[in-house]
């Protein structure tokens, strides 16, 4: 897979299928574009192509909640979902340049600096300055410049349309992992450093690595998660808590702490991957340390109960 950073950077030396859209979740709704791309473009013998951004468009608009301009997976992990699947990966950053382009100046810089022959989209596409470009658009150009169009009809869940929106309600504000990873796909994860603590926990029995993660990401609902942690190509199961650690912190910023089952090493600074399986409960605020300690255990003591059956 070669990997395109620019919208600028020529690349026409072979005829492609794009699929194109934010892809700011990669959920089942947004791989059946990939899988029409992907199909289409051994169909027609072109090479495959899929355009999406580093990060949210929306971060450049004001209205919105903060949510809403969290993205669902990181760049990096589009980048091994995708590297044995497509050939060509035009990952670039949304900015003013980008927001400013006008719908058919958009194609045009498709056609002629990718050789597009052939567009993907889906059923609600929409795109270019002040989002005044559409599927109808689209569909003119592509038959002035001879170019195949298909639009992707939408994917539903239990009778919803699967979108990120969707999503990002299901994981911001319920937690609810289930859900979220059946949307997705695969397991909600967050990539990071672990990072020193108050170390607080080893004191309490139960050490955690505190993860400094990317803030562009959005997080599960403040509470605490069955999860695995994925380090040295390794996976471990674990428990991780999401939140401000009201029992023992007056910060604001969202913290995230993992106690990794039958492991004691030294991990600070090491890159781990944290996949979350299913929400235990939610956040609460002790009254005292040793309470704390005691939810912990019979927070571990379920999880054992009830996933190690």
Do not use: W
């Amino acid at each position: 897979m070669i990997i395109i950073d620019s919208l600028f950077e020529k690349e026409n030396s072979e005829g492609k299928v794009i699929a194109l859209g934010n892809f700011d979740g990669f959920h089942i709704g947004h791989m059946k574009l990939i899988e029409k791309c992907i199909a289409l473009s051994k169909k027609e013998n072109y090479k495959s192509a899929v355009l999406s951004f580093k990060n949210n468009p929306s971060h450049l608009f004001k209205n919105g909640d903060c949510n809403s301009k969290k993205v669902l997976i990181e760049n990096e992990e589009k980048i091994k979902l995708l590297c044995d699947k497509i050939d060509y990966f035009l990952l670039v950053d949304f900015d003013e340049k980008i927001l400013h382009i006008g719908a058919e100046d958009f194609l045009y810089i498709l056609r002629d600096s990718f050789n597009i022959k052939a567009i993907i989209t889906g059923f609600n596409f929409r795109f270019g300055y002040e989002n005044l470009g559409d599927n109808l658009l689209i569909e003119k150009f592509c038959k002035a410049n001879d170019m195949k169009f298909y639009v992707v009809p939408p994917v539903k869940y239990d009778d919803k349309i699967v979108s990120s929106t969707y999503i990002r309600e299901a994981l911001c504000n319920e937690g609810n992992i289930k859900l979220v990873n059946t949307l997705l796909g695969r397991r909600f994860c967050i990539n990071g450093k672990v990072m020193s603590g108050k170390r607080l926990g080893r004191t309490l029995g139960f050490p955690t690595a505190n993860l400094d993660f990317d803030k562009s990401l959005a997080v599960p609902s403040n509470g605490v998660y069955y999860t695995e942690v994925l380090l040295d190509n390794r996976l471990y199961k674990a428990i991780t808590s999401i939140g401000y650690n009201p029992t023992i912190s007056q910060n604001n910023d969202i913290k995230i702490e993992t106690y990794i089952f039958d492991f004691n090493n030294n991990i600070y600074e090491k890159d781990i991957k944290i996949l979350f399986l299913d929400r235990i409960r939610n956040e609460i605020k002790f009254d005292n340390i040793y309470d704390l300690k005691k939810q912990i255990e019979s927070d571990i003591n379920y999880i054992h109960k009830t996933f190690y059956n």
